[in-house]
């Protein structure tokens, strides 16, 4: 026998008798030394008694022995050879020094494992060590660039993850017996707020001590916008506060000013006292967005003397301005059906918060005693003035401005023509004190509306048809039904109107269009206006030369056609007007508002053509705009037949960018805004967190040291597993001669004291 | 909104008339309003006594146009349910002295029509019935043309009664009922009945006599008519304007 192949034994029984055959020999066996006992109780010398119970009970004792059939089973074992991990961190945070005026973080740990390295390689007689660089995630890495100094680049740190990862996986069967983690313990995963009950569990789960070295010792200067709280969209015109938490450390007794910029312009500031001890403040930012749209907002804080990181001094986010309602403005000259008819459809759409003033009373009527009625001054001042702004629309219906003098309306006309300038939006609807009946040709409306009025003239109280011009075939406003044919067939089927101010279109180059002429009123050799729009600055007008667009809904409806026009028309009219969104043929959209830095903005341009269908074959581009309305970055597509094209554009850096996409052939270009994220989590907060590191070397435990300062703390590690890894031999020691002899020695040796004593 | 300033008061709201008077810049009449943009009543024919104050709807637009901003037809036109032209109307006018003969399917479906369709009626009991006679007759009728809007006293604060003029009583050649009744659609109301005879205190002679004396209450119960009627004029055009907002401190201010 080979005995140096085996290096273990253990005992064994070798019988082919089943277990509870044994059982009952031994039962057997009992009983017989206890019968023995019981029929020796007579025996009063002790000496007789004794020896003949050794007998019994030894012989008892050697029947089993030999029916067990006892052997010495020699094995053959090893000690596996498990794995030990080290673990350096190489997020970004490792680039900022160990202390101020220190190496970086990342240096410090490579020499802490280079001048460690012999102590390391002599795990190697216990444990194969394995080198990892982790951050994000976790991946192999060289020693020798290890012991250098890891390139600190990963974008986030998850310590958890890292050591999840290389417990369970990396391809190997073997077991880890114990990790060793070198890092700042600036976490922002699943440890990112401490080590809680949970993350706690999940290390023990891993069974091996994990042994810590923290690296780094007090968090640099920096003041960082940490956070950002704000809805995803506002309402236009209501305050929206954005709630930012700005963390300072290492500075005290210093006022910051803290700035809301969109797209450059700042919006909201606020001034903050920083104090000693305290390093998160929070600010809000209240302001209240004066267009809607998608834009880019940034908080910034300004970079201190001493900033480690200035990245994270700013932080960008996109947030929707969008209407809560429109505002719409009506003021009527006098009670008619056509006001009536078009307060009506604005009050029952609860889009639409409208607000109304009808003037009531002329200026020679009698209606009696003040105190009777319920007529209210009418706030020119008001609703010219200071809340003329407040409005998306204003609706002039047969509203004149002249016969109140003492109210001095055309003081506000100017007003009015500004706020349609900046962005606002005007619609004038005819009757017989509107445009040139008004003369409202001599005031500064005339300015901005899409019609030239011929003041002194009187309107024409002709029934008339009207139709629709190359333009108003285009055009959302007068689009009642899908389809230049059934459009056309739509606003032929509609009734004739009864009167039409008398109006020249505009000439070429001033954004005017007339979509609606009649043909039956000639002006200076031409149709007259019926419906115009105009672009005028950054607002829009409407004209409407007519008192009698209700019979387009109300006499309609007696010949069984509804009002489904009438209110097509405005619904339109009124969404052109205030720039509705969905009413733009050009739409851009990113696929998401903020992304990563280096990675691709992926730009969504949906094209529509005139007749407001999709626009395939359309090329179009798009560009990104830097917040100082540099173009950065510039695309172009072609749109497929559902008129939708896509591109991908790469942003230069972190910032706010806006998105103008522009279709070929002019027209107005989409816009829309992206952010690339500036400061992720590793430049957002800085300071090391030997805590951390500490809580689970003592959790798991692990051992643990402090750089600088410190050095390799001694590893705990795991005891390798012993395994039975092939040969195996039983060595019988139940069959000697002797076992047998002595049996029958005892048994013959009862029964001869028995015969001598008298028991038989 | 808050009320208006200074310059917005009555004094200066008249003052600004009488400027804009003196200035003649737009004299009343001078600028030629069509027919077309005026309102004018439709007077419904049926085959009772349709027409039993028939000076009733002129002297209304007389008195709307002295009295408030809105410019009438010298008459009310008559107009069948059942031809073509209702909806050039849509205010109607319904009234009778007697019993009614029912109305056809067609004229109810055309009625029904041009009330969900935003129209308004009026309608006027002259003969002073209560539970006869043409009451009996109008309320079958306006049962079977909105029989899913049954006829309701009108509130003593629903906005008719603030519409121009602030009312607390009603008014009419004879007072059968102390409020007026109405069929809602939509939150609106599309048709309004008086029994009161509201055309008999209407009613004036071409040489200037009031045709019927106003019983119980005089004088002052027909003002109220005529109060009334152009509150409904101006609540036909205007419908629930003195519900807004802006309106209401003014007129709590009045009423208290």
């Known amino acids: 026998m080979d005995g140096a192949a085996y290096n273990d034994w253990r005992l064994t029984v070798l019988t082919p008798l089943p277990a509870w055959a044994l059982a009952l020999l031994a039962l057997a066996a009992v009983a017989a030394v206890v019968l023995a006992h019981r029929g020796l109780r007579g025996e009063q010398r002790r000496g007789r008694r004794a ?34 991990a080290v673990l350096v961190d190489a997020s970004r945070s490792m680039g900022f020094p160990v202390e101020p005026d220190g190496p970086s973080r990342s240096a410090a740990a490579g020499k802490l494992l280079s001048s460690a390295r012999a102590a390391l390689d002599r795990l190697a007689d216990r444990a194969d060590v394995e080198w990892w660089a982790f951050g994000s995630d976790v991946a192999p890495a060289d020693p020798a660039e290890v012991t250098k100094g890891i390139p600190p680049r990963a974008g986030a740190t998850d310590i958890l993850g890292a050591l999840k990862g290389v417990a369970s996986g990396s391809g190997s069967t073997r077991r880890l017996a114990g990790a060793l983690v070198i890092s700042d313990g600036a976490d922002n995963a699943a440890l990112a707020d401490g080590l809680g009950p949970e993350a706690r569990a999940e290390l023990r789960a891993l069974g091996v001590p994990v042994n810590a070295v923290s690296v780094g010792r007090s968090a640099p200067k920096d003041l960082a916008i940490e956070r950002v709280a704000v809805d995803d969209f506002a309402f236009v015109r ?34 903050v006292k920083l104090e000693r001890g305290r390093d998160r403040y929070t600010v809000p930012l209240s302001f209240a967005p004066d267009q809607t749209g998608t834009f880019v907002f940034t908080v910034a804080a300004p970079v201190l003397p001493g900033e480690v990181v200035t990245e994270n001094n700013s932080r960008s986010f996109v947030l929707r301005v969008i209407r809560d309602r429109v505002r719409v403005l009506l003021v009527a000259g006098r009670p008619s059906w056509d006001v009536r008819f078009l307060r009506g459809l604005l009050k029952q759409d609860p889009n639409v918060d409208l607000v109304s003033f009808f003037i009531l009373r002329s200026n020679q009527d009698d ?118 044919g059934p459009n056309e067939t739509a606003w032929s089927g509609l009734p004739p109107v009864s009167a039409v101010n008398l ?94 830095p280096g990675a691709p903005v992926g730009i969504g341009i949906s094209a529509r053509g005139p007749d407001w269908g999709p626009a395939a074959g359309k090329r179009v581009s798009a560009e990104l705009v830097a917040e100082d309305g540099r173009p950065v970055a510039r695309g172009e597509a072609v749109a497929d037949r559902d008129g939708m094209a896509r591109l991908e554009l790469v942003p230069p850096g972190p910032g706010a960018y806006k998105i103008v996409a522009r279709g070929e052939g002019g027209g107005e270009p989409a816009t829309g805004a992206v952010a690339v994220r500036g400061a992720g989590p590793e430049d957002a907060d800085a300071a090391p967190r030997p805590e951390l590191l500490s809580a689970i070397a003592e959790a798991t435990g692990g051992r643990f040291s402090a750089l600088p300062g410190g050095s390799l703390p001694e590893l705990a590690m795991a005891d390798p597993e012993v395994v039975e890894i092939g040969r195996r031999k039983a060595v019988p020691i139940w069959d000697r001669a002797w076992f047998l002899g002595a049996l029958a020695l005892t048994l013959a040796g009862e029964w001869v004291l028995r015969r001598r004593w008298g028991y038989w | 909104m808050p009320s208006g300033p200074r310059l917005a008061t009555r004094r200066s709201f008249l003052g600004g008339l009488a400027a804009a008077l003196a200035a003649a810049s737009l004299p009343r009449g001078a600028r030629a309003l069509g027919d077309a943009s005026r309102l004018a009543v439709g007077h ?37 349910l059942d031809r073509a032209g209702l909806h050039r109307h849509p205010m109607l006018y319904l009234a009778g002295s007697g019993a009614m003969p029912p109305l056809s399917e067609p004229e109810r479906a055309a009625l029904r029509r041009h009330l969900q369709y935003g129209g308004f009626l009026l309608v006027d009991s002259a003969d002073g019935s209560d539970g006869g006679g043409f009451d009996a007759s109008v309320r079958r009728e306006l049962a079977k043309v909105l029989p899913s809007a049954p006829l309701q006293p009108v509130p003593r604060d629903h906005v008719l009664h603030k519409s121009f003029y602030l009312l607390d ?53 027909r003002e109220t008519a005529i109060r009334i009627g152009v509150n409904l004029a101006m609540y036909a055009l205007c419908t629930d304007y003195k519900d807004d907002a802006v ?10």
């Open chain 1, 503 to 596: 109006t020249r279109p505009l000439p070429p180059g001033t954004g005017s269009s007339v979509l609606l002429d009649v043909p039956g009123v000639q002006v200076g050799g031409a149709p007259a206006p019926l419906v115009a729009v105009r672009e005028v600055g950054q607002g829009r007008t409407l004209a409407v030369t007519t008192d009698a667009s209700w019979r387009w809904g109300f006499l309609a409806a007696e010949g069984g056609q509804g009002n489904r026009s009438y209110i097509r028309f405005w619904n339109s009219a009124l969404r052109w007007l205030v720039r509705d969104p969905g009413l733009a043929p050009l739409q851009v959209e990113p696929d998401a508002p903020a992304v990563e």
């Open chain 2, 44 to 80: 419904v024919q049926h085959g009772g006594n349709w027409n039993p104050r028939p000076s009733a709807l002129r002297r209304l637009g007389w008195e709307l146009t002295r009295r408030t901003s809105i410019e009438t037809t010298n008459d009310a036109v008559p107009v069948r």
């Open chain 1, 51 to 84: 020896a003949l119970l050794s007998l019994r009970a030894a012989s008892a004792v050697l029947a089993l022995f030999l029916l067990a059939e006892p052997a010495v089973e020699l094995l053959q074992t090893a000690r596996v050879r498990n794995r030990f």
């Open chain 1, 238 to 271: 209501n305050t929206v506060t954005v709630e930012a938490t700005l963390r300072a450390r290492g500075f005290a007794d210093e006022e910051v000013r803290v700035v809301l910029r969109r797209e450059g312009a700042v919006v909201a500031s606020a001034t």
């Open chain 2, 247 to 256: 309106h209401l401190p003014f007129i709590m201010r009045r009423r208290s």
């Open chain 1, 367 to 484: 209606p009696g005693p003040q105190h009777e009625l319920s007529l209210i001054p009418f706030p020119v001042q008001e609703i010219f003035g200071e809340q003329l702004r407040t409005f998306d629309a204003v609706v002039f219906v047969n509203f004149a401005y002249a016969p109140y003098r003492g109210l001095e309306i055309e003081r506000y006309l100017p007003n009015v023509r500004d706020y349609v300038r900046n962005g606002g939006a005007l619609a004038m609807v005819g009757g017989e004190q509107s445009f040139g009946d008004g003369r409202y040709g001599e005031t500064p409306l005339a300015d901005v509306l899409p019609v030239s009025p011929i003041d002194g003239t009187s309107m024409s109280e002709v029934e008339t048809r009207f139709r629709l011009t190359p333009e108003g075939k285009r055009h959302p406003v007068t689009s009642l039904v899908p389809g230049d």
């Open chain 2, 169 to 221: 009583r009603q008014g009419g050649r004879v007072l059968v009922k102390p409020w007026m009744e109405a069929q809602a659609l939509d939150g609106r109301l599309a048709v309004v009945y008086s029994q009161n005879d509201l055309g008999g205190a209407w009613a004036r002679t071409e040489i200037g006599d009031w045709e019927y004396p106003c019983t119980p209450g005089g004088e002052p119960q």
